[in-house]
């Protein structure tokens, strides 16, 4: 089955310098890539997505860059504000039936931003 | 954007005993899953909850320990049966929406149900 690999496990950066957490997968069918925010207490939140066919995608101050050759994607979160402090989680996807995909999650990054 | 709910968000129960949790949908979606996350853990597939037929799960959950129904397109309960402390974790759903207004194609998440077994 499909294993991603998720570091660092803890991340702390100065309020307004960039993040960067890492992750590399094994299943060559895997073709979708979400991430996902979770704050204390909540569910995780989607915030952004990559499919295989596009190398990186950016969204305000959230981008995310994909080596499918590698097999390893990218979170990258630049001018960090105290409200970026979560557990980010990345997620590999490979289609399952209905048009929706089943993933295997990282184990996760906590990120903390000080001010 | 669509709403997912859990009842109950945290409940602390007892050896032997069997919790239901309910996830609730205020619209129609396609696919809805269970995850367990244990305490500061990453998130394990328990099952795909299939609307009318028996749900599919993974390698290492079994139906009689994680019974769960699916009645509707918005609705589905998973009950933690005969609970032992190993079962303390988090329990969450998430829903594969229609496109109306949640996506086909990646899955949403609930707040989850904080289970903790004494």
């Known amino acids: 089955g499909e294993n991603v690999e998720q570091h660092p496990s803890t991340l702390s950066v100065q309020e307004g310098d960039s993040a960067v957490i890492k992750c590399t997968y094994s299943?060559?069918?895997?073709?979708?890539f979400p991430w996902y925010k979770q704050e204390l207490g909540k569910g995780p939140q989607l915030i952004i997505d990559?499919?295989?066919?596009?190398g990186e995608k950016k969204d305000q101050r959230i981008a995310v860059t994909l080596n499918k050759t590698a097999k390893h994607f990218s979170l990258h979160i630049t001018e960090t504000q105290p409200e970026d402090s979560a557990v980010y989680f990345c997620?590999?996807?490979?289609?399952?039936?209905?048009?929706?995909?089943?993933?295997?999650f990282g184990k996760g990054t906590k990120l903390s931003v000080i001010p | 954007s669509a709403v997912i709910s859990q009842k109950p968000s945290r409940d602390i129960c007892q050896r032997g005993t069997s919790l239901t949790i309910q996830c609730q949908v205020d619209?129609?979606?396609?696919?809805m899953f269970w995850y367990r996350q244990q305490p500061g853990q990453s998130l394990t597939l328990i099952a795909t909850?299939?609307?009318?037929?028996?749900?599919?799960?993974e390698s290492g959950f079994v139906i009689d320990k994680f019974p769960i129904s699916r009645p509707n397109l918005t609705f589905s309960t998973l009950t933690v049966s005969n609970m032992s402390p190993e079962d303390s974790s988090i329990y969450l759903c998430?829903?594969?929406?229609?496109?109306?207004?949640?996506?086909?194609?990646?899955?949403?998440f609930g707040p989850g149900t904080r289970l903790t077994v004494l």
């Open positions: 998430s829903a594969t929406g229609t496109g109306a207004n949640l996506r086909t194609d990646t899955q949403y």
């Open positions: 299943d060559s069918a895997s073709n979708y």
């Open positions: 990559i499919r295989s066919n596009v």
């Open positions: 997620a590999a996807g490979r289609r399952s039936g209905a048009g929706s995909y089943q993933l295997t």
């Open positions: 619209s129609q979606v396609t696919m």
């Open positions: 909850a299939n609307q009318g037929s028996e749900a599919t799960y």
